[in-house]
């Protein structure tokens, strides 16, 4: 049951016992410090496939996938148009690659034409670019500064209505000053007994 220490024996009378040495300390790692935290997982497009005929407009604050046919406006962040995608309406957007047909005008920053499109109308832009091969009908121009308005994502909204609210709130807290009404000045030189 019991046992003895046998290095306490084998040391001899007088020596002083074994002291168990501490554990190395992990230092950390200076290149893992410098490394940025990790990214969130990118958001996955709003997709309509092949098979999907949407008719009425949509507006979305992230990016959208056309594989199928939407009769009515887009007005999203990034739109991709497939190779089967096929939208009549007016598109607006930050960044649009179509590669399938558009009937209708286009609103981008940016606007990539690919060889296998097919587009009818006029193309507002900053940065246009039309692959070899590509079907182009319409005018392109520059787009104004004040044309582009992407809608917000709910992040986006949720932020900017907090400090509308609480500017709302103490402006019904605040008192209303009140003034008093004016009096009519009485006139000057009038007499108030009647002449004889």
């Given at each position: ?20 040495k ?13 490394q ?36 009515g ?18 598109i ?35 940065v246009?670019?039309i ?21 917000k994502t709910?992040?986006q909204?949720?932020q900017?209505?907090?400090p ?5 709130k ?27």
């Amino acid at each position: 049951m019991f046992s003895r220490d046998k290095s306490k024996e084998s040391a001899g009378p007088g020596a002083t016992p074994a002291v168990p040495k501490p554990a190395p300390v992990k230092r950390p790692d200076p290149a893992a410090e410098n490394q940025p935290p990790p990214q969130r997982a990118a958001v996955k497009p709003s997709v309509i496939t092949e098979s999907l005929h949407v008719t009425g407009n949509l507006a979305s604050g992230g990016e959208l996938l056309v594989d199928g046919a939407v009769t009515g406006d887009i007005h999203v962040r990034t739109l991709t148009i497939g190779a089967s995608g096929k939208v009549e309406g007016k598109i607006v957007a930050e960044e649009i690659t179509v590669s399938g047909s558009v009937d209708g005008q286009i609103s981008a920053k940016s606007v990539m034409i690919g060889r296998t499109a097919h587009v009818t109308g006029d193309v507002l832009h900053d940065v246009l670019s039309i692959e070899s091969g590509a079907e182009f009908q319409g005018r392109c121009q520059r787009r104004p500064a004040n044309e582009l308005e992407v809608p917000k994502t709910a992040s986006q909204m949720a932020q900017e209505q907090k400090p509308g609210q609480a500017t709302q709130k103490t402006a019904k807290a605040q008192p209303q000053a009140s003034v008093p009404p004016v009096k009519p000045a009485k006139a000057v030189g009038a007499s108030a007994t009647p002449a004889n």
